[in-house]
């Protein structure tokens, strides 16, 4: 059998396209985690893995002046988005957005209250080390939140986002249509995602699972 091709960042040729439909769900995806997390959380110091454009990040601290977030993912391209749009809307000063690797996290251990990651797990060659290091940086009695995969994909409006992209955005989604059939993303199931769990230090957790979406939610 042919062995997959493991790709653990959105690469920046694609990053133009993932950004105008991770923009178009802000309010349907994006908004209501804010919610959530804001409720749960609280106050405190969050790191979120695999931000992507920003956006969820954004949007918390938009909600709560007591949260400060630490963000990080692998693609240069993305961290750039995300620092733009942070500037843009003004809170730039509460997100420290860098290039990092979730399985190599560059913090000290007993760090933060709260880490979250939506839409990674299925990208990592070695989620059981991520999840390590999620446990590690995490104060006793943190949480630590992994939805996976994202709904960014099933909640756009797919005519609004095609109408959005430009002639060579349009031939890169083609391209990147094409990868996909060769290399189909792989998921993870709810049984895979426990057993990912149990092999973890974490000892409690909460799992459910909406419209596809597994939300894994851990506490140290």
């Not at 790709?7 to 995806?29: G, H």
């Not at 990208?123 to 995490?138: G, I």
């Not at 990868?179 to 057993?195: G, K, L, S």
Request: charged share 25%; aromatic share 10%; hydrophobic share 40%.
């Amino acid at each position: 059998m042919k062995p997959k091709i493991h790709i653990e960042r959105i690469p920046a040729i694609f990053a133009n396209i993932y950004e105008k439909a991770a923009k178009l769900v802000i309010d349907s995806y994006f908004g209501p985690i804010a919610d959530e997390v804001v409720s749960s959380f609280g106050e405190g110091r969050l790191l979120d893995l695999g931000t992507g454009p920003g956006y969820l990040p954004i949007e918390i601290v938009r909600r709560s002046p007591l949260i400060t977030i630490d963000a990080i993912d692998l693609g240069h391209k993305l961290i750039r988005m995300a620092r733009q749009n942070a500037l843009r809307v003004g809170v730039v000063s509460r997100i420290s957005f860098e290039v990092g690797n979730a399985a190599e996290l560059q913090f000290d251990s007993d760090t933060y209250d709260m880490v979250i990651s939506t839409g990674m797990l299925h990208m990592l060659k070695d989620p059981s080390k991520v999840l390590k290091e999620c446990y590690r940086v995490l104060k006793p009695g943190g949480k630590a939140w992994i939805y996976d995969p994202a709904q960014v994909s099933s909640k756009i409006d797919k005519t609004k986002w095609e109408a959005s992209l430009t002639w060579f955005e349009t031939y890169v989604y083609k391209l990147f249509l094409l990868y996909a059939r060769i290399n189909p993303p792989h998921t993870f199931d709810r049984e895979q995602v426990i057993d990912l769990i149990d092999a973890s230090p974490f000892e409690h957790c909460q799992i459910e699972e909406i419209d596809g979406e597994i939300k894994a939610k851990l506490k140290k």
